[in-house]
T-cell receptor, first 113, second 114 residues
């Protein structure tokens, strides 16, 4: 997707509320998707993944939803905590053989006390 | 298990110079990928190596190159540096580099070109 550069979309939520971060992907042939969390000064950290033969997958406090019809991915974080504040990226693997991930522009999640 | 290790953490180079960045993957991982992260373009794929062979390549000029050694460690090189090459360079590893397996990232090398 297009990058919005320094002006990342920002989602502000109250501590304890649920967060929903959305992502539109570009390649209808992509069959594997990942959500990453990136904190300042660190590399992206794996959160959860989903294959295209699934619509939903749950982890600990996180759920990923995949809507292939509209090429949309979402990450739901339950009971958001201050430690969840970070930039979140979705990624789709466009490699037919091996790995060639395309990353979304990212969303900055800010958790308010 | 130790994570992906990238060295050096920070680099400052002058336009026209060349630079080599190093990456040690998670022990046992055979696939290594490199990404460039900038505020303007976000995370962009550079290349992927598996068993010492470049398996995938992104849309970067030939000044960007890489290699992988028999122990799966990888290096990337940028020649004739330009100001626009200033970025965070991220290395990621994966066990077999399958199309449905996640990347595990290091904390990156921050390159500044002056």
């Amino acid at each position: 997707g297009e990058s919005v550069g320094l002006h990342l979309p920002t989602l502000s939520v109250q501590e304890g509320d649920n967060s929903i971060i959305n992502c539109a992907y570009s390649n209808s042939a992509s069959d594997y998707f990942i959500w990453y969390k990136q904190e300042s000064g660190k590399g992206p950290q794996f959160i959860i993944d989903i294959r295209s033969n699934m619509d939903k997958r749950q982890g600990q406090r996180v759920t990923v939803l995949l809507n292939k019809t509209v090429k949309h991915l979402s990450l739901q974080i339950a009971a958001t905590q201050p430690g969840d504040s970070a930039v979140y990226f979705c990624a789709e693997n466009e490699g037919d053989y091996g790995q060639n991930f395309v990353f979304g522009p990212g969303t900055r999640l800010s958790v308010l006390p | 298990k130790a994570g992906v290790t990238q060295t050096p953490r920070y680099l400052i180079k002058t336009r026209g110079q060349q630079v080599t960045l190093s990456c040690s993957p998670i022990s046992g991982h055979r696939s290594v990928s490199w990404y460039q992260q900038t505020p303007g373009q976000g995370l962009q794929f550079l290349f992927e190596y598996f068993s010492e062979t470049q398996r995938n390549k992104g849309n970067f000029p030939g000044r960007f190159s890489g290699r992988q050694f028999s122990n799966s460690r990888s290096e990337m090189n940028v020649s004739t540096l330009e100001l626009g090459d200033s970025a965070l360079y991220l290395c990621a590893s994966s066990l077999w580099g399958q199309t449905d397996s996640p990347l595990h990232f290091g904390n990156g090398t921050r390159l500044t070109v002056t």
